[in-house]
């Protein structure tokens, strides 16, 4: 199915150890993004990357797409307790934006 | 004025009550949406208007009601909801629809008895 499925489901990093969540698909896509959910709030876009696209960064965020493997990952580096949230991958195609379960990341001090 | 508004944050309802969510975007954005988050589902996608217009239903039950009176605001009603309606529903928005970025809202928590 176009939905991804992200890995792990839930993820405890000690404070400056780099986090990375992974997602998985099925089918053909034309973009995978990742966003942020906190707690009982709504969700923040992080980053798109589109099926071209190898790897994005954007600040302490680095995105790698791999089409052949159907695979994408999201690396955050020195994460802070802030970064404590859930993480979303959502892929893109034929005008369809189809979400994951999502990871809960949990930073500890 | 945030990008995206949506009231109320929390309403509790009972099954035979009417009410009404409201989402307000300040983005000058074409596309909005209304999502229902479930605890341990993934988001799940309810309707789309694109330009005022629904082009998305994903068979959504008829006691949710879209409503989309210009492209700033929408609005779903609910009437003679279950217990199992109870969840996060999220509104978003986007420039022009297809699968450019979302802006969300903070998204309002019913609860029904």
């Known amino acids: 199915s176009q939905q991804g499925e992200e890995d792990p489901q839930a993820l405890s990093i000690q404070e400056g150890e780099n986090a990375t969540m992974n997602c998985s698909y099925k089918?053909?896509?034309?973009?995978l993004q990742w966003y942020r959910q906190n707690s009982g709030r709504g969700l923040v876009h992080l980053i798109l990357i589109r099926s071209n696209e190898r790897e994005k960064h954007s600040g302490r965020l680095r995105v790698t797409l791999d089409t052949s493997k159907k695979s994408s990952s999201l690396l955050i580096t020195a994460p802070r307790a802030a970064d404590t949230a859930s993480y979303f991958c959502a892929t893109g195609r034929d005008d369809k934006i189809i979400f994951g379960k999502g990871t809960r990341l949990h930073i500890l001090p | 004025e945030t990008g995206v508004t949506q009231t109320p944050r929390h309403l509790v309802m009972g099954m035979t009550n009417k009410k009404s969510l409201k989402c307000e975007q300040h983005?000058?954005?074409?596309?909005m949406y209304w999502y229902k988050q479930s605890a341990k589902k993934p988001l799940e996608l309810m309707f789309v208007y694109s330009l005022e217009e629904r082009v998305e239903n994903n068979s959504v039950p008829s006691r949710f009601s879209p409503e989309c009176p210009n492209s700033s605001h929408l609005f779903l009603h609910l009437h003679t909801l279950q217990p199992e309606d109870s969840a996060l529903y999220l509104c978003?928005?986007?420039?022009?629809?297809?699968?450019?970025?979302?802006?969300f809202g903070e998204g309002s928590r019913l609860t029904v008895l």
């Open positions: 978003a928005s986007s420039q022009d629809g297809g699968t450019g970025e979302l802006f």
């Open positions: 089918t053909s896509i034309n973009n």
């Open positions: 983005l000058g954005h074409n596309a």
